[in-house]
């Protein structure tokens, strides 16, 4: 018996520990931001954020057009600049502060 909760324990364990490490995270998003686009942009983290509301940046996620929309908001940033690694952690921070949020990012 101990034998099975131990291995039910190190098993759950495991599986909590790599569910967080593929979930996207607004604070790596918002370091992201601070340190390859806020020049380029020439706007802080909290204005590009507040551009849309959450539903409207699930959409432009959802259909794929997230880089593009990147683009719009910040002309100046070359395109693939942005690694399709960082658009997850972009948009969660994008999300996290998007104008009907009632956050305010600190960059």
Avoid at 24 to 49: H, N, R, Y
């Amino acid at each position: 018996m101990t034998k099975l909760l131990k291995i039910v324990l190190a098993s759950s364990l495991a599986l909590g520990i790599a569910t967080t490490a593929v979930s996207a995270d607004p604070v790596k998003g918002q370091k992201l931001f601070s340190k390859k686009m806020k020049k380029a942009c020439g706007i802080t983290g909290a204005k590009f954020a507040a551009k849309h509301s959450q539903d409207e940046w699930q959409s432009i996620m959802e259909s794929g057009k997230f880089e593009a929309e990147i683009m719009t908001i910040c002309p100046k940033l070359k395109e693939g600049s942005i690694k399709e690694s960082w658009q997850k952690h972009i948009f969660d921070f994008s999300y996290e502060y998007a104008n009907d949020s009632g956050n305010v990012p600190s960059c």
